[in-house]
């Protein structure tokens, strides 16, 4: 202990460690008060939504004469809630929507309308600690460490230095000491924020056991670039060497090798064969839509047919076959994402970086995975809508628009 | 009487260059032994093996009776070494210093003790609580002499102790190893001081281009100031 107080006591002599150390704790301390304002103005839009949402379908519900209309003019709202740690790797929710206001109208269209290019999977993202950690800690941490021997050495000290200490733990212990310090600056602002988050325990020590992991990686380089004699210069300039192949270059390989790899259909191309099959079925004769429309439905089958040149309920039956004309596509790039997901998890071994990014993101449910299941949940949402309209809508049920209270509510689990 | 060090044929190469060529002498405990020599003679070199940085390329060297690179810890625990041209940390006072290395050495020391070793190395009291970035290169060189003498080991490597020193300084460092040699520390130093040398060490060694070219003993009556000078400028001044 005494030797850990010593090498403290001398580092908080040496300014441009503690200049260091500053700055991270400042990076640290920026994102996390970033991400909690983003994070609290998303709850805020949330929480805005549901009531103008509630607001709006009472509204709406007044001049409603018929279920066609009510399903046409109401909208839901569904989101997907941060969680409580999300503040601290904002992940997917930065690059793909977690809301949507959705009408009974075909659905994959509603999906994708805001994205018409795939979102991109988050190798490197916004200013998070997520970002911090993955990808500024290893660079002050070379900071840190990479003239530890180097100046000690340019300063004629290192023999001396090494025959008092009877030998070389004290690089170890001098290394780890700033490390573990770099550490408690990133997660100090942290906790500070998974405080005040609601983050549970378990997250936080999670996401602290991961940072301090990552920390530990780039302390096994640091010192195994700086035992190898070089000066300074030479050790910092090969250390960020290291840090652009592992932090930069590798992701981007990352990327650009798992896109190529599995291709995945755009988005817009989701939404523009959803919507020109959508279009198209206003000429068609009826049929062309009935008969797939009931494939899905064979309970409907009786009702499946229209004399009149408008029904709701062909309105609806050709919006749903919209959807089935863009399934496959749909499910192509459901399957591509989460294909690209699984590649990319185990490619990320590659880069401690990413892998840290990664990790964080799936603590903070922000991750691919977390933003699929979004998707899904909405899909499932839609689908009562559809269950609950269809009876009514073909077996001519009379409208009542006291039974519109007991539509199924969106609910985020 | 053990000796506290010995090199054995000992044989030095740095950057495939032999520097020390099958050199042999003895330190018994409680001497001083001064190696003199030019620059580049191979006398840093020479301290640097004792302390096991430097690997023989034959030959041996050992500490108390053991071989050093069979224990380099053990051998560096024993010794309190003074490298030439000692740079402490300019950022921090003599006393911070004194405190950081001695506990980096696990030794103590008061805070009486460390006056007391300053003292005697005649640093200024107005300077020893002062950044080392503003001293002179005579008060570093005390400072890391201070250093060497509160390490308490029993064996002492100097590396020019005395250069930078102002005569009188020089003169007080003598008598302050003389004293540490009564006490019972074995002293290897290199020194440019033959006048110093012959006044304080029991024995003496010519050293030049890695070879030894002289060996004085006190006991045998080789050491006069004469003698000594005119080997070293005929033999060991190149
Ligand atoms: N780090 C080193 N690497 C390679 N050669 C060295 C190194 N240090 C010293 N030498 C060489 O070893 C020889 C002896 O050096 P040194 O022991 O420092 O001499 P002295 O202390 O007697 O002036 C010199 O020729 C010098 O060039
Ligand atoms: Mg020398």
């Known amino acids: 202990m005494s030797t850990v107080y010593r090498e403290f006591r001398f580092l908080m002599r040496e300014r441009s460690a503690l200049l260091w150390l500053g700055l991270a704790f400042m990076s640290a301390t920026i994102a996390v008060v970033l991400g909690l ?169 999670i996401a602290s056991a991961v940072v301090l992991t990552h920390l530990l990686i780039w302390w096994l380089i640091a010192s195994w670039v700086a035992n190898k004699d070089y000066t300074s210069a030479v050790n910092l300039v090969s250390l960020i060497g290291v840090w652009v192949v592992l932090a930069v270059i590798t992701p981007a390989a990352i990327k650009a ?38 494939k899905r439905h064979p309970e409907l089958a009786d009702y499946a047919k229209i004399d009149t040149p408008f029904e709701w309920k062909w309105y609806y039956a050709f919006q749903q076959v919209g959807d089935q004309n863009a399934e496959s596509l749909s499910h192509a790039y459901l399957d591509g994402r989460i294909k690209r997901d699984v590649i990319t998890s185990s490619l990320a071994l590659l880069s401690p970086p990413v892998l840290t990014e990664r990790l964080l993101q799936k603590q903070a449910q922000t991750d691919v995975a977390a933003s699929i299941a979004y998707e899904e949940r909405v899909r499932a949402y839609h689908a009562d809508l559809r269950s609950w309209y269809y009876p009514k809508l073909f077996k001519d049920v009379e409208f009542e628009t006291e039974l519109l209270s007991l539509r199924p509510q969106y609910s985020t689990d | 009487m053990n000796n506290a060090l010995e090199a054995n044929s000992l044989s030095i190469n740095r950057s495939g260059k032999p520097v020390l060529n099958d050199i042999s002498f003895t330190v018994p405990a409680g001497e001083i032994y001064a190696l003199l020599g030019g620059n580049g003679a191979g006398k840093s070199t020479t301290l640097l093996t004792f302390l096991g940085f430097l690997e023989a390329a034959s030959g041996s060297v050992s500490v108390q009776g053991e071989q050093v690179n069979k224990n380099v810890k053990k051998a560096r625990e024993a010794i309190a070494y003074l490298p030439e041209a000692a740079t ?151």
């Open chain 1, 37 to 205: 304002k983003e994070v609290s103005e998303q709850r805020t839009t949330i929480a805005d939504l549901i009531t103008a949402d509630q607001v709006e379908r009472e509204v709406v519900k007044k001049d409603l004469a018929d279920w066609g209309s009510a399903a046409y003019y109401s909208f839901h709202l569904t989101y997907d809630e941060p969680s409580d740690f999300a503040f601290a790797a904002l992940g997917q929710r930065d690059l793909s929507p977690w809301k949507h206001r959705i009408r009974m109208l075909a659905l994959e269209g509603q999906i994708y309308e805001s994205d018409t290019t795939n979102p991109d999977f988050a190798l490197i993202g916004r200013i998070d600690f997520a970002f911090v950690a993955s990808l500024l800690s290893p660079l002050f941490l070379i900071l840190l460490l990479h003239d530890l021997r180097s100046r000690e050495r340019a300063a004629g000290r290192l023999d001396f230095i090494e025959a008092t200490a009877s030998g070389k733990m004290i690089w170890r212990t001098r290394g780890l000491l700033r490390t573990t310090l770099l550490w408690l600056c990133l997660v100090l602002p942290l906790w500070v924020g998974g405080i005040i988050a609601g983050a549970s325990l378990m997250v936080l020590l």
């Open chain 1, 257 to 294: 090798g798992v896109n190529v790899a599995v291709p995945i259909p755009d988005g817009g191309e989701i939404l523009l064969t959803q919507r020109e099959a959508v279009n198209d079925a206003w000429d068609l004769p009826k049929q062309a839509t009935f008969e797939p429309f009931v």
């Open chain 2, 88 to 238: 402490l940390y300019g950022h921090m006072s003599a006393y911070e210093n004194l405190r950081y290395f001695l506990d980096l050495a696990n030794a103590k020391a008061s805070d009486s003790e460390l006056n007391e070793a300053l003292d005697s190395v005649a640093l200024q009291t107005a300077a020893r609580s002062q950044h080392m970035v503003t001293y002179s290169k005579g008060m570093r060189q005390k400072t890391a002499i201070a250093l060497a003498i509160l390490r308490d080991s029993p064996i002492l490597l100097l590396d020019e102790p005395t250069s930078g020193l102002d005569p009188l300084a020089i003169d007080e460092f003598n008598r302050l190893a003389r004293k540490l040699a009564d006490q019972g520390r074995t002293i290897l130093m290199v020194t440019h001081d033959v006048y110093g040398a012959c006044q304080v060490a029991d024995r003496i060694g010519l050293l030049r281009r890695g070879k030894l070219v002289g060996a004085f003993d006190r006991t045998e009556g080789e050491i006069d100031t004469e003698t000594v000078h005119r080997a070293f400028a005929e033999r060991a001044s190149t």
